[in-house]
Nanobody, 125 residues
Framework: VQLQASGGGLVQAGGSLRLSCTGSGFSLDDYAIGWFRQAPEKEREAVSCISNSGGFTHYQDSVKGRFTISRDNAKNTVYLQMNSLKPEDTAVYYC???????????????????WGHGTLVTVSS
């Protein structure tokens, strides 16, 4: 069972990146997926989450209107489209999979069962 986050890189402020979270060894469509990020010397924070069916999504206030989470269960992949990036979005981004997460816990890291290794996003000013 493995999750792999990819798609990070260096981009100028105002630019875009699309992160991918791919599962291997298990089917992602049984799991809610969360995207989290951790900047240097800061705690890990939730960015967005999506239910296993894709019918429910949620975003941290600072990324609403700029980031979009989606999933393609046929490709066993969840995406995070990030537009209008800001320097404060710079962080290592992680995806995580969780099963049977109650609604109130969807943005809580400890509710998730499996984590990928993360991909670095750097936004220059």
């Amino acid at each position: 069972v493995q999750l792999q986050a990819s798609g990070g890189g260096l981009v100028q402020a105002g630019g875009s990146l699309r992160l991918s979270c791919t599962g291997s060894g298990f089917s992602l469509d049984d799991y809610a997926i969360g995207w989290f990020r951790q900047a240097p010397e800061k705690e890990r924070e939730a960015v967005s989450c999506i239910s296993n069916s894709g019918g429910f999504t949620h975003y941290q206030d600072s990324v609403k209107g700029r980031f979009t989470i989606s999933r393609d269960n046929a490709k066993n992949t969840v995406y995070l489209q990030m537009n209008s990036l800001k320097p404060e979005d710079t962080a290592v981004y992680y995806c995580a999979a969780g099963n049977r997460i109650i609604a109130s816990q969807r943005m809580t890291p400890s509710a998730y069962d499996f984590w990928g290794h993360g991909t670095l996003v750097t936004v220059s000013s």
